[in-house]
């Protein structure tokens, strides 16, 4: 008697139920469709976004070329200078160096203004200053 693999009764369960799906005739009724409810055609308007305002400030020498020019487009601002080639060197050449990168201003500090009080600190006490001298 030659032994069977347990996997041989498998195979043929497959193969007999692939057999029996296949020759199944589909039905001739017609599928059931749901109706869908009818809306109003609502017209939709589609605005575009305002494009940001950029602002170019430009800064020229005395001969009249630009030396720097400072971009403000939305909240960031960035300047941008002319790659100027150290001594004699000609543009290509390996001391000139490539094109230089804008300088982006990440933040600014204005510290020769004066702070402004608002109300809220106007009406507490400060707690820094001292009491007024006693009458007597």
Same mark, same amino acid.
């Given at each position: 008697? +030659?032994?069977l693999?347990?996997?041989?009764?498998a195979l043929?369960?497959t193969?007999?139920?692939?057999t029996?799906f296949?020759?199944s005739?589909p039905?001739?009724?017609?599928?059931?469709?749901e109706? *869908?409810e @009818?809306?109003? $055609?609502?017209?939709? +308007?589609?605005?575009?976004?305002?494009a940001? @305002?950029s602002? *170019?400030? @430009? /800064?020229? $020498?005395n &001969? =009249?070329?630009?030396t @720097?020019?400072t971009v /403000?487009?939305?909240? &960031?601002?960035?300047?941008?200078?002319?790659?100027?080639p150290? =001594?004699t060197?000609?543009?290509? $050449?390996m001391? &000139? =160096?490539?094109n230089?990168?804008?300088q982006? +201003?990440?933040?600014?500090?204005?510290? =020769?203004k004066k702070k402004?009080? +608002?109300? $809220?600190e106007?009406?507490a006490p400060?707690?820094n200053t001292?009491p007024?001298?006693?009458?007597k």
């Amino acid at each position: 008697m +030659t032994r069977l693999s347990p996997l041989w009764p498998a195979l043929l369960l497959t193969l007999v139920s692939h057999t029996a799906f296949a020759q199944s005739t589909p039905s001739q009724a017609p599928p059931k469709l749901e109706r *869908i409810e @009818e809306v109003a $055609d609502d017209p939709i +308007t589609v605005t575009a976004k305002p494009a940001p @305002e950029s602002k *170019i400030t @430009e /800064k020229r $020498d005395n &001969s =009249g070329n630009v030396t @720097e020019a400072t971009v /403000k487009s939305g909240p &960031s601002t960035y300047t941008l200078k002319p790659n100027r080639p150290p =001594g004699t060197s000609l543009p290509g $050449d390996m001391t &000139s =160096g490539n094109n230089r990168g804008p300088q982006w +201003t990440v933040m600014e500090f204005d510290l =020769g203004k004066k702070k402004k009080k +608002t109300v $809220d600190e106007d009406s507490a006490p400060d707690t820094n200053t001292p009491p007024p001298p006693t009458a007597k």
